[in-house]
């Protein structure tokens, strides 16, 4: 899918949002979800939605699937794997929602919906980089959330979430910034202990997602993974 083709879909769709019904009673107007597959790198997951179902390999680019407001359900496995996780869900005309897979506490596939705050949030920006923080590690202490140029001090300008917690159903702003190579770093709130860490080249016009998840192996109990959304 080009991303021409999404920015057209998702504008469309932004646009019958504004118009119609202005009640938001109608039917005609798109909603929409994203689906974000950030499980360890090499893991594929099946994501059936309402019976149609999409194969995404960890850190590919979101599917964006437009549908109808109403009722709906969604179930997710790891490939190859007989155990699944099913969420019932609903959504109002015009409303877009983000499901992120990420591993729980066993390294099995689980889901996590999220409200998005505009249908239009993904557009890209000619001259900018978004990016979108989400925490999806359930269970996790509070957390403080930096986003810094390589080689800037972790000082009060590269503060981007001043509490970073999970909270289920919560979609966080997208911050925009200029193109450079960034590290996201995500510390204790209470002991400013390093708990994740990732550092990226962002591009103009890249529309990103950087979820906070468990771990699976390694040192860190947590991790940082990148999804791109175009």
């Not at 599917?63 to 794997?81: D, E, K």
């Not at 359930?138 to 390589?150: C, H, I, Q």
């Not at 590269?158 to 996201?184: C, D, K, M, Q, W």
């Not at 995500?186 to 990103?208: D, I, K, M, Y």
Request: charged fraction near 15%; include cysteine.
């Amino acid at each position: 899918m080009s991303r021409r083709w999404v920015m057209a879909l998702l504008v469309g769709a932004s646009a019958q949002a504004c118009g119609g019904d202005p009640t938001g009673a109608g039917t005609d107007r798109a909603s929409g979800v994203a689906l974000l597959n950030a499980m360890q790198p090499g893991t594929s997951v099946e994501l059936t939605l309402d019976g149609e179902v999409f194969s995404i390999r960890a850190g590919a680019p979101a599917r964006q699937v437009l549908t109808s407001a109403g009722p709906h359900r969604i179930q997710v496995r790891s490939v190859g794997s007989e155990s699944t996780t099913s969420l019932a869900f609903s959504l109002s005309a015009g409303e877009r929602r983000t499901f992120v897979v990420t591993p729980d506490e066993q390294a099995a596939a689980g889901v996590h919906a999220f409200s998005d705050s505009a249908t239009t949030g993904v557009v890209p920006q000619p001259d900018a980089v978004k990016i979108r923080p989400v925490h999806a590690a359930s269970g996790a202490e509070p957390m403080k959330l930096w986003l810094r140029r390589v080689g800037a001090p972790m000082d009060s300008s590269a503060g981007l979430l001043p509490v970073f917690r999970f909270e289920e159903g919560r979609a966080h702003a997208y911050a925009v910034r200029s193109p450079a190579t960034y590290v996201i770093t995500a510390t204790s709130l209470s002991s400013g202990a390093v708990l994740a860490e990732l550092e990226a080249p962002l591009a103009a016009g890249e529309v990103w997602t950087a979820v906070l998840t468990r771990a699976t192996g390694g040192v860190s109990e947590f991790q940082i993974r990148l999804i791109p959304e175009l």
